[in-house]
């Protein structure tokens, strides 16, 4: 009936899928947009007529809806892990199984609380009492095309602000552990941004180089040949041996030649 009105009212609306709204919540038109429904401006009387009808619920606990019955994300989410270990570390009970992302993109939720069937008693024994449903963060504007990690800070903000009002035991995490366990959980990054962990490659002993091994030996070689007893008498032996007569030699006083002795005259 609500359709109807407004496109008797309005023609240009036929054919559109419209969802009302009231004003002040300009968020609220937004996310209306994006879900790919027309935002209709409503008196509020007319909006709590609507949402006590059961028809058209508040946008926000629609999309809390759609969050919760997204099909499961196969995309790598960078930061996961990181997020997962600060909430642990603040929830009691919370395991990292109990962290799940969908494949939902609109603004809002960001993340949510989803209880256990049995809030007193849950159903996996652990006393969480429920669980954390995470939809795919926006694109950061800051690093286009990058998987970043500023979504961490205020995915986990809104998620213990979710848990303080849906969970049974929820209640009010004081700042300097929620601020601890960021700057623990965000360690080993920079600008936003994983750094990659570097593994040291082992680096193999250089070989000997045998042509420096040689020419250490030929030094070694002509230290030992200057060090051999009589090598000068080696020298002469050669010289007499490249032809020198030793009769051509004169004495000192300028005398005859001196002639080898032994031999006949």
Known sequence: AFIAAWQKQTPPLVGQTLYPYQEGESSDVKLITEFGMRPCLVLEHVRQILERSGAYPPIRKHARKALLQSAPSTVPLSGLERLQNALCNLIPNLSIQDIVVRNFTKSYPAIIWERSEDDNQPADG????????????????RHENVPCLCWIGPALEDALEDWKNEAVQGRVIPKNERYFEFDKCMQNTRDMLEVPVMIPVPIAPNPPNNDNDRGGNDGDGDEDMHDVPGGDEDDDESDSDQGVDDTNIRSSSGSEPVRPRGRPR
Do not use: D, E, T
């Open 126 to 141: 652990r006393g969480c009492g429920g669980r954390f449903v995470l939809g795919l963060p926006p694109l950061c504007s």
